[in-house]
């Protein structure tokens, strides 16, 4: 059986204030395989982001289960959580100013963060990082002599720094030109391959119809899945696709243990509902959701 990477199980997260409570999750339930390159999609608000932070050991659960890599994010003590979030798991951000310390060249921002161990061995595995993110002749610079799609390879190379199990990367490709947002792709891409577990929080359209998996969420909870098509899963690197344009991937709605499903706002608005109700049978082996006569 494949290991479980990440397994959310009614996963809830109620924020509150003196006057109101907001429920940022509502149930989400979501298994991530250890290999997988995943992104998750959603508007604002939809909990995406909160989703991430959970993860990532920045914010608790208020119900629900969350375990990643086998560690149990609701029983973590502080002390543990620490060590979690040094050891498990790497963050790259949108704004990548949270990684990067601007007195630094590149080499001691990568090395920075490395558990002990001797010089030696750190500056051999950060010359191997800026290798992997195609910066091995900027080690010397300083933050303010790269520009900003380079700062954002520099961020990957310092979250992979101490060898997570997951790499969690939260629009990082939001600030970039095209370009520098394929480049970047490019390096999860052959990450990936090499066996990291890595999940993206995306907008960029081109990005999420690259990966083979995505899950929308809407609402706190996933409301439907996409995989990449079978034509295009060696295409990747293809410089003549419109990835923003081209339907690259299936995609299917998402039943959850309560045996609902989240209907696509579209399709209500075409269905031309009068409340919010509807009529459910089954026909020729289809479910079929209609306006009520």
């Known amino acids: 059986m494949p290991e479980e990477m990440i397994k959310a199980d009614g996963l ?78 790497g963050f790259v951000w949108q704004n990548n100013g ?5 007195y630094l060249t590149v080499l001691e921002n990568i090395m920075l963060p490395m558990s002990l161990s001797d010089t030696k061995k750190k500056r051999e595995k950060a010359l191997g990082l800026l290798e992997t993110v195609g910066l091995s002749a900027r080690r010397r610079s300083k933050m303010n002599m790269l520009s900003g799609g380079e700062q954002q390879r520099v961020a990957i ?34 990450l990936n391959k090499n066996g990291q577990t890595i999940l993206i929080v995306t907008h960029d359209v ?28 060696d295409r990747i690197q293809e410089s003549g696709i419109d990835w923003r344009q081209e339907e690259t991937q299936d995609e299917y709605a998402i039943v959850d243990r309560a045996g609902r499903v989240q209907i696509p706002a579209d399709l209500l608005e075409e269905l031309g509902l009068k409340d919010n109700k509807v009529s459910i049978g089954l026909h020729d082996g289809k479910v079929v959701i209609s306006r009520p006569e």
Do not use: C, H, W
């Not at 949270?98 to 601007?102: A, D, G, I, V």
């Not at 909870?221 to 996409?226: A, D, G, H």
């Open 12 to 89: 809830v997260k109620i924020y509150k204030t003196k006057q109101t409570e907001v429920l940022a999750l509502q149930g989400l339930d979501l298994t991530v395989e250890a290999g997988e390159l995943t992104a998750i999609i959603g508007n604002s608000g939809s909990g995406k982001s909160t989703f991430l932070n959970m993860i990532g050991g920045l914010d608790r659960p208020s119900a629900g289960s969350l375990s990643v890599g086998g560690k149990n994010l609701f029983t973590m003590t502080e002390k543990e959580l620490v060590l979690y979030k040094r050891e498990t798991v």
């Open 98 to 102: 949270r990684n990067l310390l601007p």
């Open 157 to 190: 190379a310092i979250a992979l720094a101490n060898s997570p199990r997951l790499l969690l990367a939260d629009e990082p490709t939001g600030s970039v030109d095209v370009k520098t947002a394929n480049y970047i792709f490019d390096i999860f891409s052959e």
């Open 206 to 233: 081109a990005l999420s119809r690259k990966v083979k998996r995505v899950v929308a969420i809407r609402d706190g909870k996933i409301s439907s899945e996409r995989v990449l098509k079978e034509a295009y899963a």
